[in-house]
Nanobody
Framework: VQLQASGGGLVQAGGSLRLSCAAS????????MGWFRQAPGKEREFVAA????????HYADSAKGRFTISRDNAKNTVYLQMDSLEPEDTAVYYC???????????????????WGQGTQVTVSS
C-alpha cells in the first residue's frame, strides 16, 4: 500500500487548509485511515481517523469542531478539512492506514502499518 499526502502549506491563523491522502496498491485489507501530526521536538500525535466501510470518525480533542475527516471510497482518498487553524497546529501531517494484522486503538500509531510521506502545515500568527 502506498499513501500520497498533499495539500499542506502556509496559512494565517484563522485560515483553512484541506489535506488529501490517496491510497494505492493492495488497499483491500485497509479498514481505517488516520491522520497524525508531528511538531518539531514532539511526539507524533493522533488527529483524526475514519473507517472506510462504515464512515465512522474519531477526533482528537484538539481537532473537534475545527477539523473534518471524510473519504471518497471510489477514489481511495481521505481528506482532512482544517478550519480555524491556530499556530499550535503547525506540524508535519501524516496519513496512515492499517494492514491485515494490525490491531489496537484507532488513536495509536501501532494500529497503522503504512504511512504517507507527510505534508507540512505552517500556521502563522
Amino acid at each position: 500500500v502506498q499513501l500520497q499526502a498533499s495539500g499542506g502549506g502556509l496559512v494565517q491563523a484563522g485560515g483553512s487548509l484541506r489535506l488529501s491522502c490517496a491510497a494505492s496498491g493492495r488497499t483491500s485489507s485497509s479498514r481505517i485511515m488516520g491522520w497524525f501530526r508531528q511538531a518539531p521536538g514532539k511526539e507524533r500525535e493522533f488527529v483524526a481517523a475514519i473507517f472506510w466501510n462504515s464512515g465512522y470518525t474519531h477526533y482528537a480533542d484538539s481537532a473537534k469542531g475545527r477539523f473534518t475527516i471524510s473519504r471518497d471510497n471510489a477514489k481511495n482518498t481521505v481528506y482532512l478539512q482544517m478550519d480555524s487553524l491556530e499556530p499550535e497546529d503547525t506540524a508535519v501531517y501524516y496519513c496512515a492506514t492499517d494492514g491485515n494484522f494490525n490491531s489496537g486503538p484507532y488513536y495509536s500509531t501501532g494500529r497503522y502499518e503504512y504511512w504517507g510521506q507527510g505534508t507540512q502545515v505552517t500556521v502563522s500568527s
